[in-house]
């Protein structure tokens, strides 16, 4: 009863966090950036720039792009992402509309992309550190990753600087260079928001229940996993350690998915500056 308990609580705590994050979001948004024709990167961007050149809510659009993402999330990465990803979404469309007659604080432009950066980038790092998304680009990348040899985060930059670059098009090119500046201020924040982590991680997992989780590393998200041969220090007791890597929107699934085998697992999780050799996942004969 406890442990179900203690289940509800974090679930519920996980979105309460989402949606305070939304709220942050739809302020840096409709507050400072958008009303300075000031955009962000990934789906947002996008979001904006058609929501100006059409006159329709800046939401519906964030929602209509997002959906063929959601469906690859939900394909690719799993069903807790998905579903916290479209909570983000649909939250973040909601408060949009909500203070879309608010009046925004300044018209300068520099202070409106640093500002609305740093509040902005606090509330997608609040969504991105409790398991959801708002930017379907990040998934896109994630998948062609493994085709490609250049890296999720090469390839958002890539995704982005033609985003970026496109607002010159639309608002001219000192609103796009405004971007810019918004755009690494975001990103900066939501590094501080998840304490500098990266978008890689390595796992280590030591359980009595390995046999199962291996499998289900293995089967269910696709991973490479490397069986260790630990002992305890005090106990004396032969265990086996997982050892695997994930990207950062993979981590909310495997901590869930260890606990539900193995209540006592002890899990660590580190960031990764760089791989070389090796493949994250396994390679699978059809």
């Known amino acids: 009863m406890n442990t179900k308990k203690s289940k509800l609580s974090q679930y519920v705590k996980k979105y309460i966090y989402i949606f305070i994050g939304s709220i942050i979001t739809a302020v840096?948004?409709?507050i400072f950036l958008i009303p300075n024709n000031i955009i962000d990167g990934g789906v947002v961007g996008i979001s904006i720039m058609l929501s100006a050149i059409t006159g329709l809510p800046f939401g519906a659009f964030l929602i209509l792009i997002n959906l063929p993402f959601l469906y690859l999330g939900y394909k690719h990465i799993g069903k807790a992402f998905a579903i916290a990803t479209t909570f983000a979404v649909i939250s973040l469309s909601f408060w949009s509309s909500v203070f879309l007659p608010v009046l925004p604080v300044t018209n300068d432009y520099f202070l409106a992309a640093?500002?609305?950066g740093i509040?902005?980038?606090?509330?997608?790092?609040l969504i991105i550190r409790n398991g959801g998304s708002l930017d379907g680009t990040e998934i896109v990348a994630i998948l062609t990753d493994k085709k490609t040899v250049f890296s999720v985060g090469e390839i958002v930059m890539f995704i982005n600087l033609f985003i970026?670059?496109?607002a010159s098009l639309v608002f001219g090119w000192d609103k796009a260079m405004y971007s810019l500046v918004a755009y690494f201020v975001i990103a900066k924040m939501i590094d501080v928001v998840l304490k500098g982590l990266e978008e890689t991680y390595s796992v280590m997992?030591?359980?009595s229940q390995h046999t199962d989780i291996l499998n289900r590393l293995m089967l269910e998200m696709d991973k490479g996993v490397t069986v260790l041969h630990g002992e305890g220090g005090y106990t004396k007791e032969k265990r086996k350690i997982l050892y695997c890597v994930v990207t950062r929107l993979e981590i909310d699934k495997l901590k869930n998915m260890v606990l539900d085998i193995d209540e006592g697992a002890f899990v660590t999780?580190?960031?990764v500056s760089d791989i070389v050799g090796g493949r994250l996942r396994v390679?699978?004969?059809h």
């Open 114 to 116: 640093v500002f609305g």
């Open 205 to 207: 997992i030591v359980t």
């Open 269 to 271: 999780i580190n960031p």
């Open 164 to 166: 970026l670059s496109s």
């Open 283 to 285: 390679k699978k004969n």
């Open 119 to 125: 509040i902005t980038g606090t509330g997608v790092g």
């Open 28 to 30: 840096g948004l409709e």
